[in-house]
């Protein structure tokens, strides 16, 4: 179950310094939160995803497609851990070869378990949003949609069937086929 640890104020260093005890540590504008081992549907949605995404994130060099464990400081004084994320290409300086130096994702994925829904929904979306990740996908297993959100949205764009991605104008789109991602949970 993902939870806040209240009453003290988390900075990434003292995150990093908690032990390896299988449990994921996130913090987010000082607050920890705290996530126990994922359940197997989840892992299965996130292998599809993979599997969805990353010909293409190669193909158009878009970056790198990575999953969690990692240690991505996007903002100073936080410390996320997406389930499964796009790290954008940096111009000229080649591949990335320490989480420190991811300072942009294009994409950051989450899928939801019982635990973790509030947080992923309301302190990391509003965080992702602040930090100008260029899009945000929140995979709920139970109801089978994505809901999609970028910067500036209020609301999510709710897709059930499919989702068109595009994280550049001058490139076609990847179409997902929810179906076959909620199918490895049959």
């Known amino acids: 179950m993902g939870m806040p640890l209240a ?15 299988g449990n994921r540590y996130e913090c987010i504008d000082g607050e920890l939160l705290v996530t126990p081992s994922p359940r197997l549907l ?3 949605a996130l292998r ?15 970056g790198e497609l990575l999953w969690s464990p990692a240690d991505i400081e996007i903002e100073p ?6 389930d499964l ?5 940096l111009p000229g300086a080649g591949r990335v070869r320490e989480w420190s130096e991811i ?5 950051a994925i989450e899928v939801l378990s019982p635990g973790t829904a509030r947080y992923d929904r309301g302190l990391k979306r509003r965080f992702y949003q602040r930090a100008g990740v260029d899009e945000y996908w929140i995979v709920d297993l139970d109801a089978r949609l994505v809901e999609r959100w970028r910067p500036a949205d209020d609301r999510p764009e709710i897709c059930t069937d499919a989702l068109d ?3 550049e104008r001058t490139i076609q ?14």
């Open 42 to 44: 989840h892992q299965r």
């Open 7 to 21: 009453s003290h104020r988390w900075t990434p260093s003292q995150v990093l310094a908690l032990p390896a005890d």
């Open 173 to 186: 789109p990847l179409r997902v086929d929810l179906g076959v991602v909620f199918a490895e949970l049959d």
């Open 77 to 82: 004084d936080t410390l996320v851990q997406p």
């Open 165 to 167: 991605w595009s994280p």
């Open 48 to 62: 599809a995803l993979y599997d969805a995404l990353g010909d293409y994130v190669r193909r158009e060099a878009l």
């Open 103 to 107: 300072t942009h994702l294009r994409l």
């Open 85 to 89: 994320f796009v790290a954008g290409a």
